[in-house]
């Protein structure tokens, strides 16, 4: 009887257990469904957006016994992430709020709760759309004006915050400014005096702060034909124009207004006290930046109009298309379908809205928010979904910024010629150059003839010379790079006559043999310590002559590909190293690497990359060749730059990454001591698994990562010190000369090499403002000359 009962009881479990998996895993399917269908609600189907939304408040009203707070979680990552349709959940949201108070009111906490931890976070796009999908609940009768104009009040309070970056009390005025459009209408029937008070509140500000860092952040230094403005200052015009309007826009749906007679009936909620959290020293904000125009309502051919550049549709427009291009940019040929159904694509002339954002994108400043090749990428793929329309609006945009080229930012001037080069790739390098013979009449520095050849030049990089020759008219001759073959000066004509065409045959012969390291380091002790005059040397000073034979001959012989120069620097790697002991001697093996490719611009490259990567040439060396006299000519073309980018980039990730081990190992260390404390503490029967001592760093450990660190930073410091004085140099001494010879100092050398001072600043910010106290007190220093000071100050303006 007794073995009947426990069997009867086994039963039991294994039934509860099973019926529990079952509930388990139909909540499950519930949870799936109702997930499904409020990601879905508004999109198009056959039905209508409000029957869409009637339907699914009857569903949710049936679950929210059960699923409330999955609802609820659901609803408010919606209002984050998917800020396009905003006015569609705040109607939901609204709609059961009529039906349900206590869950409107719970909804409306989760929402605040999101806000604040946004702001904590220093997640500002979530922050701001947090604060969109609030405004919109008062056009929802679900939040009352007051409150929201109270918590607007209190973050306009921001701005007038003493001793804190002025680019957070742009940011918290931004919010308030781009938050209007969706509630102006109902705070200006509503409370009208409240909402002139605080945007008179707003205008004090904008009328107060610096605009320093605007010119930093230009496409164009000219405002001719449409102006760069300061991104505050056109959202400010927009709101401005709004508000003549009486706030009534036509851009944003509003299927809430079907339901108004529903809604009004709803009781509403107050939004708490909301304070916005001090500023901390660790916090980031979003840096200004200077909202680009390429076309005007004159550009585009007959059809819709293109919303004029202070109205605020073009603004939603953007912020949307933007967003569109943020969801999807990893995959481009998503990105260019959901760009092309775009909602609103009949009322406006889509194809030149689009391409004018995705330049803004690429031509963005400091750097864009992707890859050049991205956004590329997705114009390929724009154009074939539409073939008609898009690649003679992107002709025409070509056109437009060739034609505004002289005026044209230096960075953006890079990003425009690896852009084009790249889409001529895609197109059979088709273009319709004849149209463009005026500028071979310009002087080769002009910014014009210069695109052309470094276009040409990245052309030949994506393909081989025969067809960049043959794809150009022949009056393009003189831009043309030369052929990409080396110039091996041991069988020229003259080579009989230099002093180590003995040992570089030697050399050639012994390296076909396969020879070792140590064989190559034998043959090249017959080389005496000469200069280039050949002249003895016995100062105990580098080889000169001894680099030169190896470099040129070694990298000769593995001149067939990239590979078969990397097999040959790594093979011999050990007398690099033994050559390349000191700066000087790094310095005379790029010397030797131009001297053999100076025509193949790409090789050089990678063959400094190369050189980096294995440590046999500093940071400190290529700085220092870059801006040495042999490089004179060569210092406005790209690569150089290329270069010296790639070289403070290396430096950058070294320091990044030993801070990264150095910050693990102390918070494993810390982790480790109270993991065993803990475990003292914790009784028996609950105590936790140590940290092993094999995952717990020494604090010698700790220590010595700590030096490494430091001396990474002294390194870091010294390259950026050694670019920045090397600029201040030539830049001053050509400003000196043209102001005793009476000459104009503004020549296209000098608007390149002040750019290029400026795309340092500009593209490794995060690191240079580490050093920007160190920079003004040795090198910016007041009695700078004031063309060269002003691009510092201007960086430093970015986070002030």
Known sequence: MSRRRAHDTEDESFDHRRNKRRRVSENQEIEDRLESLILRVG??????????????????????????LKILRILSDCAVRMPEKC?????????????????????????????????????????????????????????SATSLLQLLDTMI???????????????????????????????????????????????????????????????????????????????????????????????????????????????????????????????????????????????????????????????????????????HHHERKDCAAQLLNFPFKHKIPLEYCIVEVIFAELFHMPTPRYLDICYGSILIELCKLQPGTLPQVLAQATEILFMRIDSMNTSC?????????????????????????SCLLLDAEH????????????????????????????????????PPVPNYKYTNEEAANLPGITVALQLVGAIRQKCTPEEVVNILKEIPNTGYSGEEMSDGSFNALKIDVFVQTLLNLGSKSFSHSFAAISKFHAVFRALAETEEAQICILHNIFELWSSHQQM??????????????????????????????????????????????????????????????????????????????????KRKKPITHADKPSEEVVERMEEKLEAANVNQKRLFLIVFQRFIMILSEHLLRSDTDGRDPDTDWYRWTIGRLQQVFLMHHEQVQKYSSTLETLLFTSDLDSHILEVFQQFVALRA
Not at 61 to 67: I, R, S, Y
Request: negative net charge; glycine residues 2%; aromatic residues 12%.
């Open 43 to 68: 999109e198009r189907s056959t039905s209508s957006v409000e029957s869409n939304l009637e339907g699914l408040v009857s569903v949710l009203e049936a679950d929210l016994g059960t699923f409330r």
């Open 87 to 143: 006015t569609v959940y705040t109607t939901l949201v609204g709609l059961l709020n009529a039906k349900n108070y206590k869950f409107g009111g719970e909804f409306v906490d989760h929402m605040v709760k999101t806000f604040k931890e946004s702001l904590k976070l220093c997640r500002w796009d979530a922050a701001r759309y947090s604060l969109r999908f609030l405004a919109d609940l008062v056009n929802c009768h679900v939040i």
């Open 157 to 327: 309070d921001v701005s007038n915050e003493d001793t804190v970056p002025q680019v957070r009390r742009d940011w918290f005025v931004f919010a308030v400014l781009s938050t209007l459009p969706w509630v102006g209408r109902d705070l200006y029937e509503k409370k009208e005096s409240a909402l002139e008070s605080l945007l008179l509140r707003i205008e004090v500000y904008l009328n107060k702060r610096s605009k320093k860092h605007h010119n930093a952040l230009r496409v164009w230094s000219s405002d001719a034909p449409h102006p760069q403005e300061e991104y505050l200052d056109c959202l400010w015009a927009q709101i401005r124009k709004l508000r003549q309007d009486n706030w009534a826009e036509k851009h944003i749906p509003r299927p809430y207004l079907v339901f108004d007679s529903i809604l009004c009936e709803a009781l509403q909620h107050n939004l708490p006290q909301i304070t916005p959290p001090p500023h901390h020293a660790s916090f980031e904000y979003p840096m200004p930046w200077v909202v680009y125009r390429m076309f005007d309502y004159t550009d585009c051919p007959d059809g819709p109009n293109l919303p004029g550049a202070h109205s605020i549709e073009r603004f939603l427009i953007e912020e949307h298309l933007h967003h569109i291009i943020e969801t």
């Open 413 to 437: 001037f890079d990003r425009f010629v690896n852009w084009f080069s790249y889409h001529l790739s895609n197109f059979k390098f088709t273009w319709s150059w004849d149209e463009w013979d």
């Open 447 to 482: 910014p014009r003839p210069k695109f052309i050849q470094e276009v040409l030049q990245k052309c030949l990089r994506l393909s081989y010379h025969q067809r960049i020759t043959e794809m150009m008219p022949t009056t393009y001759a003189k831009l043309i790079p030369a």
């Open 604 to 685: 050089m490259v990678v063959l400094i990359d190369k050189l980096l990567k294995l440590q046999i040439v500093d940071c400190s060396a290529v700085a220092t060749w870059i801006f040495s006299k042999e490089m004179t000519g060569e210092f406005t073309k790209m690569y150089l730059w290329e270069i010296l980018h790639l070289t403070i980039k290396k430096m950058n990730k070294h320091v990044i990454k030993l801070n990264t081990e150095l910050s693990e190992a102390k918070e494993k260390l810390s982790k480790a001591d109270s993991s065993s404390s803990d475990t003292d503490e914790d009784t028996p029967h």
